[in-house]
């Protein structure tokens, strides 16, 4: 019974880790531009698909399938900052949000007019079989996924606090028109933003589907809903929320799941949000912060 | 009328109730990913009083949209305070449940000797009623449309009434309308249940015309899809839903031009139409001009 | 008392129209256009194939209601009685809801779920079970 509870535990951090990284790059574009970009897990699922296709023609490398989906992610991810998010800067947020929701669509069409199948096989991360310690099994690209969190949020941290540009996207986070009033360029740290969520989020994209050796167009709609799950359940706009947020979905879900399947374990994520929206809008990490 | 035809127009009729749906929240001020939630609890409860009970399809109806109006309160109450982005994620979670729980929703009876009702992920079949009685798919569509435009009817009598006003009014700065004396939180709860039997009268219509549903039918791909429609149309009128509804399903889909890239084609078509009318094709002031024009 | 007498009431109505249901199964190959099916109907009613009847083919998504509208086909007689043969044109690959209006000897409206690929189609089975006509 311990054993499975730790076990659970540990399988929970593992896509916890995985959750994580994609609030991290939802929680970016939603912190600093203050709206919901629907296209963010399409743009991804973008990037894995151009990287399947590579592997499909040519059958690259995991490292060049890497590099693949992070610059196919990062470009659907101009294109979605320019056509959604550019024009819509001062105007409505139900417009750059309904435009992402357009966009998304192409997405997913330009997707599966290239690739038709609802799946395609992806070379693994690591082709051995489970590591086992003790009573508990930990894969190998587990512990890749979760090494890489580790770092990505490391060297995030360091960026956001340690160079100019992390210093202009806080200041623009806390106070967008005082950021603006000393001189802060916003729409060119929002490029950039957009472009380091789309990084993340491409990160995140390639360790999943690696890990489950398989892409399908469904992954563009699951790593919105959760990225956007986990940003909600951490705090909205706080990206220490947002790892907290990954890492409690994820266990949320593994023990859920353990317990009662995997319709409960959807539901209990959903009634958690529902419950936390309702009774403490601003998340389980943030203590205070304005709600606008 | 050729089958294709009256397959499309009754398309387009049905969307419109959830797009409808979706409108009369967003003048209201808020934006719901939810409403096909609503949608699907018409869809199943109507489906199973005919389908099980054998009640008559408008009684069925009735009792569906009174459900519908129920669960839209259940979810408005606790998200009262909710705004903005906050109430829409709040929206997306209550739906999800609510397909998720159509999941786990189990009910059959044997009927005839064959077992009807839903069946969880397995889809509700059987929901007869209306190819039982022999009506043809045109008397449906004269159906559908009229019950509609009995709906259109009443949302422009609205807009033109003091309970218009204050929607709007509601929609464009709460604060100000709440220091006029209106009770912000009674009109949107309101306005939330009014939506849900709306989108339940939809979900009724939908499933006897179908005579299959399930719960992937009420996904947030119907949701985000109606509110966009609501969108794009234009939120200066009633008709705007409706307008959004036809270019998608009705010119685009129609058109053997976009074959196979609809999508791309209506997704870049709205993002840019975004940029220039970002509250739609018939917005306020498209309509007042409109107005001003032919009056 | 009542619910009995509801329950027959409902008997009565269904065995107005009709006491047994027709059943069937598609069989579809792909074509060299895309999205375009060469399918062909077995049409049963009892245990034995049926014949003379008016098929009009229809489709929609599960995942995407009412927002394909393929181009409703009539169906027509094939090699062997009870079976027909249709062209379905559909806009997509993936889980369909292929509807069959029957007209003729018999009124039926039948819904089959099939998964299209690009070999053909192949009968939706969900937590193993293939699903009921």
Redesign the interface.
């Given at each position: 019974m311990l054993v499975d509870l730790i076990q659970n535990t540990l399988d929970g951090l593992t896509i916890g880790a995985a959750y994580a990284l994609l609030a991290l790059g939802f929680t970016l574009i939603f912190g600093v531009l203050r709206r919901i970009n629907l296209s963010y897990g399409p743009a991804i699922m973008l990037g894995c698909y151009a990287a399947t296709w590579f592997h499909v023609q040519f059958q690259a490398g995991l490292l060049a399938l890497a590099a693949i989906t992070l610059a196919a992610t990062v470009l659907a991810g101009a294109y979605v900052e320019r056509l959604c998010f550019a024009p819509h800067r001062d105007r409505s947020a139900i417009a750059a949000m309904v435009a992402s929701f357009a966009i998304w669509m192409q997405l997913e069409e330009l997707a599966?007019l290239v690739l038709?199948?609802?799946l395609y096989a992806f070379p693994a991360l690591y082709e051995g079989g489970p590591l086992g310690f003790g009573p508990f099994t930990l894969r190998a690209d587990a512990l890749v996924m979760l090494a890489v969190t580790a770092v990505a949020c490391i060297a995030l941290q360091r960026l956001l606090y340690r160079s100019r540009f992390g210093l202009a996207v806080r200041a623009v986070i806390d106070q967008p028109v005082a950021a603006r009033l000393v001189g802060i360029n916003l729409p060119w740290v929002f490029v950039r933003v957009f472009a380091l969520a789309s990084a993340i989020g491409a990160m995140a994209g390639y360790l999943i589907v690696a890990s489950a050796e398989q892409v399908t167009p469904m992954l563009g709609m699951w790593s919105t809903l959760k990225g956007m799950l986990a940003m909600m359940l951490g705090g909205l706009g706080s990206l220490p929320g947002a790892i907290v947020g990954g890492l409690a979905l994820g266990l949320i879900e593994a023990h859920s799941q353990w317990f009662f399947g995997p319709q409960v374990r959807d539901l209990t994520a959903y009634f958690l949000l529902f419950l936390l929206l309702a009774l403490r809008p601003s998340g389980l990490w943030t203590t205070t912060r304005s709600v606008s | 009328m050729d089958?294709?035809a009256i397959?499309?127009l009754t398309?387009i009729g049905?969307?419109s109730f959830l797009a409808l749906s979706a409108y009369l929240l967003l003048i209201a001020g808020e934006m719901s990913f939810g409403q096909q939630a609503f949608f699907g609890v018409g869809a199943y409860s109507g489906g199973v009083l005919t389908a099980i009970?054998?009640l008559p399809l408008p009684l069925a109806a009735l009792a569906a949209m009174l459900l519908g109006a129920l669960a839209a309160f259940l979810v408005g109450l606790p998200t009262l305070r909710l705004r903005g982005l906050y109430f829409a994620m709040a929206t997306l979670a209550a739906a999800e449940m609510a397909r998720i729980l159509f999941e786990l929703y189990r009910f059959q009876r044997e009927?005839?000797g064959?077992l009807v009702g839903p069946d969880g992920?397995?889809?509700f079949?059987g929901i007869?009623w209306i190819?039982?009685r022999?009506i043809e798919p045109e008397g449906y569509l004269a159906l559908v449309w009229g019950l509609l435009l009995i709906a259109l009817v009443f949302f422009v009598l609205v807009e033109r009434s003091r309970l218009g006003a204050t929607l709007r009014a509601i929609g464009q700065d709460p604060e100000l309308a709440r220091s006029c004396g209106i009770s912000v939180e009674r009109f949107k709860l309101g306005v939330a249940a009014a939506a849900g039997a709306l989108a339940a009268l939809g979900g009724v219509l939908?499933a006897h015309h179908?005579?299959?549903i399930?719960p992937?039918?009420f996904?947030i791909?119907?949701g985000v899809?109606s509110l966009a429609y609501a969108l794009i149309g234009g939120l200066g009128t009633a008709v705007g839903p409706l307008l959004g509804v036809v270019l998608?399903?009705g010119a685009l889909?129609?058109s053997r031009v976009f074959?196979?890239y609809?999508m791309i084609a209506f997704g870049g078509l709205v993002a840019v139409l975004l940029i220039f009318r970002p509250r739609g094709i018939l917005d306020e002031k498209a309509v007042h001009w409109l107005k001003a024009r032919f009056s | 008392m009542a619910k009995s007498a509801?329950?027959l009431?409902?008997?009565l109505?269904?065995?107005?129209?009709f006491?047994q249901?027709a059943g069937a199964t598609l069989q579809c190959t792909a074509t060299k256009t895309?999205?375009i099916y060469d399918c062909v109907i077995k049409l049963s009613k009892g245990g034995e194939p049926l014949s003379g009847a008016q098929i009009?083919v229809?489709a929609?998504m599960?995942?995407?209601?009412?927002?394909?509208?393929v181009?409703?086909v009539k169906a027509k007689p094939g090699a062997k009685p009870g079976e027909y043969q249709a062209k379905l044109d559909l806009?997509?690959?993936?889980e369909w809801?292929v509807?069959l209006r029957l007209a003729g000897p018999v009124?039926d409206?039948l819904?089959l779920l099939y998964h299209f690929?690009?070999k053909g189609a192949r009968p939706v089975t969900?937590?193993g079970?293939p699903?009921?006509k």
């Open positions: 599966t038709p199948n609802h | 089958d294709y397959g499309v398309n049905l969307f009970y054998g009927i005839d064959e992920t397995q889809g079949r007869r190819f039982e022999g939908f179908n005579t299959y399930e992937r039918n996904d791909m119907l899809h998608d399903i889909e129609g074959q196979g609809r | 509801l329950f009431i409902c008997c109505y269904s065995g107005f129209a006491s249901r895309d999205f009009t229809g929609d599960p995942s995407m209601p009412m927002a394909h509208n181009k409703p806009d997509m690959l993936g809801a509807k009124k409206q819904i690929d690009e969900r937590a079970k699903l009921r």
